[in-house]
């Protein structure tokens, strides 16, 4: 590993300054309405009416935040940010009011004290912004709101697009998810030739909303095993009981380490036409819930790595200011003063580790609509059409869905790096038979001829994982990113991803509100029998 500017001590200060802000402003997003600096004593007045919001996972998602940004200047990385876990929607926020984004997009939030003001007051407030990731968040594909759907929402992102990186946070409550613990599996297909990669960062706080997690309590040589066997290659960064300087070099090893292993098993299988399935990296964080906040609450309780850390930790607000000192204490140690101006402008230490306006993962324009987005090509359906008027009624014989499968082939010839059809192992079911001989399946584990059938490293089909949720999510993130696809299922079974669906369609609306967003390729759901009519695969 070659030394640079990023890896001294100095930098790494910058790293700090730039966690310490995003979580200042993080803070202050949840409970204030003015006097955002507390440059004045601070009154009722300045305080929500009732804070609404969370807090245990912040500090951890700000962490990576900043080393994230550390490795994208050092490694010059195309790379954007997913937020997994649920009730976190001031790290995205507070991440693009620094690097300058969010007051590119909305004017009204400048960077001085008056901007910040109004960042503030917006928050998870009648007429503000949601307390999620929403679409009206700069940099934001996934709002987190229902869990379980982070990393096949960054796989499918990356699928066609061999020069991204998906940084994707996972809460350790997401992770016991369904959907999240199948989406593991992604790994199997991904191609290092043709497709980016997904960095899985899974943050273990130990806690959910009144209850402890299940990864938090095992071993770290279980998770090691865990994912290994699951074909990750863990790296653990353990910043309990660290001064933030130890914590940072640790995090900023392991995210190195992560960052060249991707490059290098790239650079091998793009240089060597090697597109066996590689080993990914993966960054397991375990660190507290509610870290740098307060730590006990008026009873004595722990606050800080427990459950109590998961919403508003303290109990201030606009009718309660008996203990706004609690609130003043906890701000002021981020010491703001070294963080902001006398007009309220980062200060240059924590500009340091902010990408330029190029490399800034909030304003990737992956995020907004997709990098290069093309207009689908597609054949003229008439080239499908049966000749019924000319051979005569009843003189042969055809199957709707076998004669539509010879057109969607078409579809994915015309159309070899943005388009793709998504399946639970449905496919040849479904009688779409020329896409599989066609197209092929996308399948990165070992092919056993002739007992595997259509299998591929690269393929335009992914219907090798019997997991509905993955095919929905993965055709979300293709789509969000700008890219064109179907998912076919049996009606019966596509009703386990509605809740889906009413995402998505949650997303479309309000992202279409917004006149800076950039427009959607809709979403193809195809039900291939009735619910009611399921026959043998009822």
Request: aromatic residues 10%.
């Amino acid at each position: 590993m070659t030394n640079t500017k990023y890896d001294t001590t100095e930098y790494l200060k910058s790293v700090d300054a730039y966690w310490r802000a995003a979580t200042y402003l993080s803070v202050g997003q949840l409970f204030l309405m003015d006097n955002p600096l507390l440059r004045r004593e601070l009154k009722a007045t300045d305080v929500k009416p009732k804070p609404i919001g969370h807090w245990g996972t912040i500090a951890p998602q700000n962490f990576i935040y900043a080393h994230l940004n550390r490795a994208i200047q050092k490694y010059d990385l195309n790379m954007f940010y997913i937020e997994g876990s649920g009730h976190g929607g001031q790290v995205m926020v507070s991440n693009s009011y620094l690097d300058g984004s969010y007051s590119e997009i909305y004017p009204r939030i400048t960077q001085d004290e008056q901007g910040m003001q109004r960042l503030f007051k917006q928050f998870s407030f009648p007429g503000g912004v949601a307390s999620h990731a929403a679409p009206e968040t700069p940099g934001s594909i996934h709002e987190g709101g229902e869990l379980g759907y982070s990393l096949s929402h960054g796989t499918g992102a990356i699928l066609d697009n061999p020069d991204v990186i998906a940084a994707v946070e996972i809460g350790d409550g997401e992770a016991e998810t369904g959907p999240l613990a199948a989406s593991w599996f992604s790994d199997k297909f991904i191609n290092p030739i043709h497709d980016g990669a997904v960095l899985p960062i899974l943050q273990i706080n130990g806690f959910k909303i009144s209850n402890p997690t299940v990864l938090s309590r095992m071993s770290d040589e279980d998770l090691t095993k865990y994912f290994e066997g699951m074909g990750w290659g863990p790296h653990i960064v353990n910043v309990h009981g660290k001064e933030s300087m130890e914590a940072h070099q640790i995090m900023a090893a392991a995210m190195d380490d992560c960052i060249e292993k991707i490059k290098a098993i790239q650079k091998n299988a793009r240089e060597n036409n090697d597109d066996s399935l590689p080993t990914w990296p993966m960054i397991i964080l375990r660190a507290p819930k509610g870290w740098t906040g307060p730590k006990k609450d008026l009873d004595g309780n722990p606050i800080e790595n427990s459950f109590r850390a998961h919403q508003v930790p303290i109990p201030v607000s606009q009718d309660q200011m008996g203990h706004k000192d609690l609130l003043i204490n906890w701000m002021e140690s981020y010491k703001p003063e070294e963080l902001f101006d006398e007009d309220g402008y980062p200060t240059e230490i924590v500009r340091q580790n902010i990408p330029d306006a190029q490399h800034r993962m909030s304003t990737n324009p992956i995020t907004n609509g997709g990098i290069h987005p093309k207009t689908l090509n597609l054949p003229d359906y008439r080239d499908f059409a049966l000749e019924v008027e000319k051979q005569g009624h009843g003189q042969f014989k055809a199957e709707d869905m076998v004669t539509w499968g010879k057109y969607l082939a078409e579809v994915e010839k015309l159309n070899p790096t943005n388009f793709r059809a998504f399946g639970p192992d449905e496919t040849k079911s479904n009688k779409l038979f020329q896409m599989l001989d066609d197209g092929k399946r996308q399948w990165m584990e070992e092919i056993h001829e002739p007992n595997d059938e259509n299998m591929a490293h690269a393929g335009r089909n992914i219907d090798s994982q019997l997991s509905e949720h993955q095919c929905e999510g993965w055709l979300e993130g293709y789509v969000l990113t700008g890219r064109h696809g179907m998912f076919a299922s049996y009606e019966a079974f596509t009703r386990v991803i509605d809740s889906m669906l009413t995402q998505h369609f949650k997303w479309i609306r309000k992202a279409d509100e917004l006149d800076w967003h950039h427009d959607y390729p809709s979403l193809n759901i195809v039900n291939a029998s009735n619910s009611f009519q399921q026959d043998h695969n009822g």
